[in-house]
C-alpha cells in the first residue's frame, strides 16, 4: 500500500463524513513529521529539537 494511496483515503473520508475540522489536525501533523524527518541529520537538529 503506497504512502499517497493512504493520503487518498483520508480525503475521502473527510470529504464524505464532514469532518473539516480534522482538516488542520493532519495538516499540522504531517507538517511536524516533515519537519522532524528532514532535520534530522542536519545543523538545524539541536535548535529544532529544543523548540519543544
Known amino acids: 500500500m503506497s504512502k499517497l494511496s493512504v493520503l487518498v483515503e483520508v480525503w475521502d473520508f473527510l470529504r464524505e ?5 480534522i482538516a488542520p489536525i493532519v495538516v499540522f ?3 511536524l513529521g516533515a519537519l522532524i524527518v ?4 542536519s545543523a538545524v537538529a539541536p535548535f529544532i529539537y529544543a523548540l519543544f
Open 29 to 31: 501533523l504531517v507538517l
Open 17 to 21: 463524513r464532514r469532518k473539516w475540522w
Open 38 to 41: 528532514f532535520t534530522q541529520g
